[in-house]
């Protein structure tokens, strides 16, 4: 079965650091995998995606993640960022094409403090 | 504008009194799913829908019920709620093949006393 682990509960920053968040998968094939962001009140919303090629995906609000298959990881990094990214981020992998291929199974959630 | 609309957003009610949750997307996608997000365990399926009247179970389907008569609506149904089913729950939608990305509802907090 499928499964994702984000190592960090909470992660603090200064506003203007540079940020990486872990995400490691396990998954038997090719892995669809996802980064959203939670601010509070609101729903999930998509930050990037990797499905196939350049291992290197960017997304929205400066965003971007590294898929390393060798490692199964699909880091999220920013290279500065702002106070309003301060929210909680969740790595997803989905699985296949058919039956409950569309199924998102997410990681814990990793809670990102920004200080001024 | 794309969406995917849930209500009520808050709700307070007591063990045993039947519920629903409504979800509605206009985008015409054919899968539908409701998550429960829970501290500490991220978000969990509890059903999904592939297409009008094509339903199954997720990873935590006990005590919840859904149908899909329509293909923009998916309700959550709860028959009998107990506390431990106090949780934020979403709502997604997104088109069935090429695993797209899926779109979140807003969320629902359902408190069970």
Redesign the interface.
């Known amino acids: 079965a499928q499964s994702?682990t984000q190592p960090d509960?909470h992660i603090t920053v200064s506003e203007g650091a540079s940020l990486e968040l872990r995400c490691n998968y396990s998954y038997g094939a090719t892995p669809?995998l996802?980064w959203?962001v939670q601010s509070p009140?609101?729903?999930?919303?998509?930050l990037l995606?990797y499905?196939s090629g350049d291992t290197l995906v960017q997304g929205i609000k400066g965003f971007e993640a590294e898929f390393k298959r060798s490692q199964s990881s699909f880091n999220l990094r920013k290279p500065s960022v702002h106070w309003s990214d301060a929210a909680e981020y969740?790595c997803?992998v989905?699985g296949?094409?058919t039956g409950?291929?569309?199924?998102?199974t997410?990681?814990?959630?990793t809670q990102l403090k920004v200080e001024l | 504008e794309a969406q995917?609309t849930q209500n009520p957003r808050y709700l307070i009610t007591v063990t045993g009194k039947k519920l629903t949750v409504t979800c509605s997307q206009n985008m015409n996608h054919e899968?539908m799913?409701w998550?429960r997000q829970d501290p500490?365990?991220?978000?969990?399926?509890i059903y999904?829908s592939?297409n009008v009247e094509v339903t199954?179970k997720?990873d935590v389907p006990e005590g919840y019920k859904v149908s899909r008569k329509e293909k923009r609506n998916f309700p959550l149904i709860l028959e009998s709620p107990s506390p431990n089913q106090t949780s934020l729950y979403?709502c997604?939608s997104?088109l069935?093949?090429?695993?797209q990305?899926?779109?979140?509802?807003?969320?629902t907090r359902l408190s069970i006393l």
């Open positions: 994702v509960i669809y996802f959203y009140g609101q729903g999930l919303q998509l995606k499905f969740f997803a989905a296949g094409l409950g291929g569309n199924k998102l997410f990681g814990t959630g | 995917v899968y799913s998550y500490g365990l991220g978000l969990r399926q999904y592939m199954d997720g979403f997604a997104s069935l093949y090429g695993n990305p899926q779109h979140f509802g807003d969320g």
